[in-house]
């Protein structure tokens, strides 16, 4: 009956999976999911000679297990080595089968990691950027501080234009002569009245004092966490076991910091592997390193860098440490300096921007 070619072969034979399904119609030339109405006679016989390949490999036991673009195979097909240039054959199974499923594993556990970091710093930054919110509608009522004190020394010096009950009452500015509205309560009397409008800008002169440190707190820590969420930003799928590498280093980092809880207390027992930076060439050929979260910014930028090496990093926007290698007595050319700034401005947030330059 007409159909999926791929689909018919599955229902009609057995013995075959989908994986070499797929292997042996496109190492045809044919689609997966082309109807068998659309086969031609001299594409059934090049499937049959690829049905006869598979048949004689499971009978020798010879299979020529390799990489593929997307996942492994066991079989190499005759033409392969000169059509295929995504074939990478093994010398056995065994190391692919490692590879693969350790990659399906960190690929797991990545993407949960991932998840757990991201939720837990938006759930921090939002709560600071309240915090700082907050702090700052008080920083702005305190800007009035003066305003109320101004208005007690109009009071005191027009006490003679004050009269019992009144609930406010309008004086000439000592400056500018422009009329100032000033609220009163009517059970004080204008020497009260001062004496409150004095208290009040003390209370909001020590309230400034107060909040101005806190607020420099907050926005550190704010800073710190969008650091980090840059480093989570670049790292938005997992393709090498560096990656996992590097956001276990972001999760510990964080468990330090008391962001994440260690109910097992794995980063006590966690030894911290082999930091494994982004490395570059410049088209003058100096090695560029990149930092992939902030213990690696720091390594890179106070251990690992020279003298002679030069250190980018973006202006006033959260984003990696990057590094351009110098020999003694190199000088880097115009097109080196502008390619790792390039760079620079790439792995941070600037990269988010509508306006990346």
Do not use: C
Not at 181 to 188: F, G, S, T
Not at 302 to 323: K, M
């Amino acid at each position: 009956m007409p159909g999926p070619l791929k689909r018919n072969l599955l229902k009609n034979y057995r013995g075959l999976s989908s994986a070499l399904v797929n292997s042996m119609v496109q190492a045809t030339g044919l689609e997966p999911d082309q109807s068998t109405e659309s086969v031609k006679a001299e594409d059934w016989q090049r499937l049959f000679q690829r049905w006869q390949e598979w048949l004689h490999a499971l009978e020798r036991e010879q299979f020529q297990p390799g990489w593929l673009g997307q996942g492994y195979t066991v079989m190499s097909w005759s033409d392969w080595q000169t059509q295929r240039p995504d074939w990478k054959p093994e010398k056995s199974i065994h190391p692919i089968l490692n590879r693969y499923y350790t990659d399906q594993l960190n690929r797991q556990e990545f993407g949960q990691l991932r998840h757990q970091i991201t939720q837990k710093l938006s759930h921090h930054l939002k709560k600071l950027t309240a915090k700082a919110a907050d702090f700052q509608a008080r920083l702005q009522q305190s800007d009035r501080a003066d305003q109320y004190r101004e208005q007690a020394d109009l009071l005191m010096a027009y006490l003679h234009e004050w009269q019992p009950g009144m609930t406010q009452i309008t004086l000439a500015d000592f400056v500018t002569g422009d009329p100032i509205r000033i609220p009163l309560e009517p059970e004080k009397n204008a020497v009260q009245n001062a004496q409150a409008l004095y208290k009040r800008h003390q209370k909001l002169k020590r309230s400034r004092a107060a909040i101005e440190p806190l607020l420099a707190e907050v926005q550190a820590e704010m800073d710190y966490l969008e650091q980090v969420d840059v480093a989570i930003a670049q790292l938005d799928e997992y393709r090498t076991p560096a990656d996992l590498a590097s956001l276990i280093e972001i999760r510990d980092e964080l468990i330090q910091q008391g962001y994440l809880d260690d109910p097992d207390q794995r980063y006590r027992n966690h030894s911290n592997p082999e930091t494994q930076y982004l490395r570059y060439r410049s088209p003058s050929g100096y090695e560029v390193l990149i930092g992939r979260n902030n213990r690696q910014n720091d390594l890179l930028t106070f251990r690992l860098a020279s003298d002679y090496d030069l250190w980018f990093h973006t202006q006033e926007i959260p984003g990696s440490h990057v590094l351009l290698r110098l020999e003694p007595g190199a000088a880097a050319e115009e097109v080196d300096l502008q390619f790792t700034a390039d760079l620079a401005a790439y792995y941070s947030r600037a990269r988010q921007s509508d306006h990346p330059e």
